[in-house]
């Protein structure tokens, strides 16, 4: 079997929408804190609500970028290492680009061979199909 690439979407907006929660509570925290009085315990009590609520917003933020920044090499990762497992099949080159469905140089065997895989069952390499486990990259 091999994985499908994992939709990143409805963790970005949950993320999104918490890191606007934040904001808001940032904003509405230190609004508030600016209208005690100055050196009283609800004034440092605000701002320190505010620096938190900040703090967790840009930790959010990061996050965000981050699971944006390596979520297409993560995945390379897992199905590179499922096609090695299930396939014996090892790219040719450095590249190590995937797209589903587009044609790509592979060494199964010892044999340099092109393999088109279409997730999440179909691996066709020299234009023979590519049995899972059981066979350990033998060409069918």
Not at 46 to 69: E, S, Y
Not at 87 to 95: F, L, Q
Not at 100 to 108: E, H, K, L, S, Y
Not at 122 to 129: L, M
């Amino acid at each position: 079997m091999i994985p499908q690439p994992v939709s990143f979407v409805p963790l970005a907006v949950i993320v999104i929408l918490a890191v606007g929660a934040l904001a808001y509570a940032a904003f509405k925290s230190g609004a508030g804190a600016a209208r005690s009085e100055p050196g009283s315990r609800a004034r440092i009590a605000g701002f320190t609500v505010t620096a938190a609520a900040l703090l967790l917003a840009l930790g959010g933020l990061a996050m965000i970028a981050n699971i944006i920044l390596s979520h297409d090499k993560a995945y390379d990762t897992v199905l590179w290492s499922s096609l090695y497992e299930n396939y014996g099949i090892v790219p040719a080159d450095d590249s190590r680009e995937f797209h589903p469905g587009v044609p790509f140089d592979a060494v199964v065997d010892g044999e340099e061979v092109a393999c088109t895989v279409v997730p999440p069952e179909s691996v066709n390499c020299n234009g023979e199909t590519l049995m899972p486990a059981s066979a350990h990259g033998q060409l069918q």
